[in-house]
Every structure is written in C-alpha cells, then in structure tokens.
C-alpha cells in the first residue's frame, strides 16, 4: 500500500487545518488508518487511528477533543481535521497505514504553528 498526504502548512495559534491522506495499491487489506507526528529532537507518536472495519477511533491525549480523524472508504482516503492549534502541534506528520501484517508511511507533510 502507498501513501500520499496533504494539507500541511503554516498556521496561528488557535487555527485550524485539515490534513489527508490517500491510499493506494492493495487497500482490501487495509485494517486501519492513522497519523504519527514528530518534532525536532522527540519521538514520533501516535496521534490517532481509524479502523477499517468498525470505524473506531483512538487519539493521544494531547490532541482529544481538538483533532477529529475520518475516512471515505470510497476514496481510500484518511482526514485529520485539527482544530485550536498549538505551537506544541508543530511537528511533521505522517500517515500510516496497517495491513496484511505489514505497515507502510508517507512521506511526511510539515505543520508549522506560530504563536
């Protein structure tokens, strides 16, 4: 399965942006979706997923309630609408996608917040 994102950018503090992610290759084997963010000098961390099957979602604590993930499963395509940014939001961010026992990444799409 390969990934493309989009929707990164430049943005102030308390704004919104909407990032997406399209998969292509062999999505039936797809069994959930997420997106993973990683700042200068951190970890990467999980920042939520979707199920393929069930629709259920999970998301770190730092972003519950401001980030919403969601899916057209027409599309083979994720969303992350992120809502009241922070500075502490600025990281790249990349999708990934787990399937047949595998995983695969996108290349990364930058959020810049500027307070």
């Known amino acids: 399965v390969q990934l493309v994102e989009s929707g990164g950018g430049l943005v102030q503090t308390g704004g919104s942006l909407r990032l997406s992610c399209a998969a292509s290759?062999?999505?039936?084997?797809?069994?959930?979706m997420g997106w993973y963010r990683q700042a200068p000098g951190k970890q990467r961390e999980r920042v939520a997923r979707?199920?393929?099957?069930?629709?259920?979602?999970n998301y770190a604590d730092s972003v519950r309630g401001r980030f919403t993930i969601s899916r057209d499963n027409a599309k083979n395509t994720i969303y992350l609408q992120m809502n009241s940014l922070k500075p502490e939001d600025t990281a790249v961010y990349y999708c990934?996608?787990?399937?047949?026992?595998?995983?695969?990444w996108g290349q990364g799409t930058q959020v810049t917040v500027s307070s």
């Open positions: 990934n996608v787990l399937y047949a026992f595998k995983e695969s």
């Open positions: 290759g062999s999505t039936f084997s797809i069994s959930a």
């Open positions: 979707i199920w393929t099957g069930s629709g259920g979602t």
